[in-house]
């Protein structure tokens, strides 16, 4: 089988690998972490935790399924298939991270893509909804709930960090990636939903335009931008688009009203591509 379940966890408390044993994962100062029967494992320490349900909620997991589900964002997709496979060491099996990974459908679209190339998948989310709603729909990668902040990875074990309209922890990305490893990061451009949000605010911010910094341990590789117009023909639609984006509780009452009201709409997607690799 060309896709795998990445075995290199580490404990979150201790930091020491992990092994499987039956429905458990256990290292070697004894601390053990269940499988659920529906095959994800969960490994945010309750010290780590900001709040009893951190993450997106069952509503916003099951509105960003329905988006991604009806291909919406088939073409970041795409792009990001393409940077992922692009490069990587010829015949060995490579390993891939999404931070961030929602109810999985990014994974679950390179695992497509990948053309029979061998690939071990680990999706985290720090959601334990959007991982419960990710192992449902495809077994093969690994699904943990955990954080960025303290990833639950051996380090130096993947070829490929995933971060897609997440929250980067540049240090973290640099301890798990392997020495030429790559983290590739999607952001909203200035124009992402601009139609959207011309709509449910007063007024739209100037986008700031700060001086790219390159993290420590990497070094910057090129970038892309994927630009397209997307049509929503329904409300339902227009709604589940709003509920997963930050926008949902940025906007006020009357704006999220007026989004509400529309029946029909169309945005423009604007989102970059950034590319960093890890030093050797």
């Excluded at 499987?20 to 053990?32: F, N, P, Y």
């Excluded at 010290?47 to 009806?70: C, I, N, T, Y």
């Excluded at 088939?74 to 990587?88: E, F, H, K």
């Excluded at 009201?261 to 997607?269: D, E, K, N, P, R």
Aim: glycine share 8%; aromatic share 8%.
């Amino acid at each position: 089988m060309n896709i795998t379940a990445f075995q290199a966890l580490a404990c979150p408390l201790d930091g020491d690998p992990l092994q499987r044993h039956d429905s458990a994962w256990r290292c070697a100062a004894g601390h053990s972490f269940d499988i659920a029967r529906q095959g994800y494992t969960y490994l945010l320490p309750v010290q780590k935790k900001r709040s009893l349900d951190p993450g997106d909620s069952k509503e916003m997991v099951a509105a960003r399924q329905r988006f991604l589900d009806a291909g919406f964002y088939q073409p970041i997709a795409a792009a990001v298939n393409q940077a992922v496979l692009a490069n990587l060491p010829p015949a060995a099996m490579a390993s891939c991270l999404d931070a961030g990974c929602g109810e999985g459908y990014y994974l679950r679209q390179l695992a497509t893509a990948s053309n029979g190339r061998a690939l071990a998948l680990l999706g985290l989310d720090i959601s334990k909804w959007a991982v419960l709603s990710a192992a449902k729909q495809d077994k093969r990668p690994n699904w943990v709930v955990g954080s960025n902040a303290n990833l639950p990875v051996q380090t130096g074990t993947l070829d490929r960090v995933l971060c897609l309209f997440g929250f980067p922890v540049y240090a973290e990305f640099a301890r798990v990636l392997k020495p030429g490893g790559q983290l590739l990061m999607v952001d909203a451009g200035s124009d992402h939903l601009r139609e959207l949000r011309e709509i449910i605010y007063p007024a739209l911010k100037p986008k700031r335009t700060a001086e790219v910094t390159i993290p420590a341990g990497f070094t910057e590789l090129p970038t892309e931008t994927v630009r397209y117009s997307l049509e929503l023909t329904s409300p339902e639609q227009i709604a589940d688009l709003l509920a997963m984006t930050p926008h949902l509780y940025r906007a006020n009452a009357e704006g999220r009203a007026k989004a509400a009201g529309l029946t029909a709409l169309i945005v423009t997607v604007d989102v970059r591509l950034a590319r960093l690799g890890r030093i050797f």
